[in-house]
Nanobody, 125 residues
Framework: QVHLVESGGGSVQGGGSLILSCAAS????????VSWFRQAPGKERTEVSC??????????SVADSVKDRFTTTRHNANRTVHLQMNSLKPEDTAVYYC????????????????WGQGTQVTVSS
C-alpha cells in the first residue's frame, strides 16, 4: 500500500508561481512511476507530468500544454515528487492529484493504483 499526500496548493494571481509536493509513504518509492494529474471544474482529469520509476531517478515528461511553464522533479531519497508551476494562468485552476503506478509513463489513468487526496490550485486573473 502506498499513501500519497499532496501539499502546496493555494490561491495565486495570474503570472504567479506555486510548487506542489507529493510525499509517499512507501520505502519502495523508486519502484513507482509517479504522475501529476489535474481536474478542472466540469472537465475530465488530465495528466500534467510523469516521472518514471528508477534509481537514482527515472525520466520525466511534462504535457505539451504546460511544458514551457511547468517542471517536475523527483527525489527518491525523500520519497517526494514536486511540480513547479510558473506563469500560472486562470485556466490552470484545478484540483491537482499525484498518483503512482508500477507501470511506465504512458500508462492509462486506470493503471494508477494509488492516488492522493488532491490539492486545490486557484489562479485569479
Amino acid at each position: 500500500q502506498v499513501h500519497l499526500v499532496e501539499s502546496g496548493g493555494g490561491s495565486v494571481q495570474g503570472g504567479g508561481s506555486l510548487i506542489l509536493s507529493c510525499a509517499a509513504s512507501t520505502n519502495t518509492f523508486s519502484s513507482y512511476t509517479v504522475s501529476w494529474f489535474r481536474q478542472a471544474p466540469g472537465k475530465e482529469r488530465t495528466e500534467v507530468s510523469c516521472t518514471n520509476w528508477g534509481h537514482p531517478a527515472g525520466s520525466t515528461s511534462v504535457a505539451d500544454s504546460v511544458k514551457d511553464r511547468f517542471t517536475t522533479t523527483r527525489h527518491n531519497a525523500n520519497r517526494t515528487v514536486h511540480l513547479q508551476m510558473n506563469s500560472l494562468k486562470p485556466e490552470d485552476t484545478a484540483v491537482y492529484y499525484c498518483a503512482a503506478t508500477v507501470r511506465r509513463c504512458g500508462a492509462s489513468e486506470s493503471d494508477y493504483e494509488y492516488w492522493g487526496q488532491g490539492t486545490q490550485v486557484t489562479v485569479s486573473s
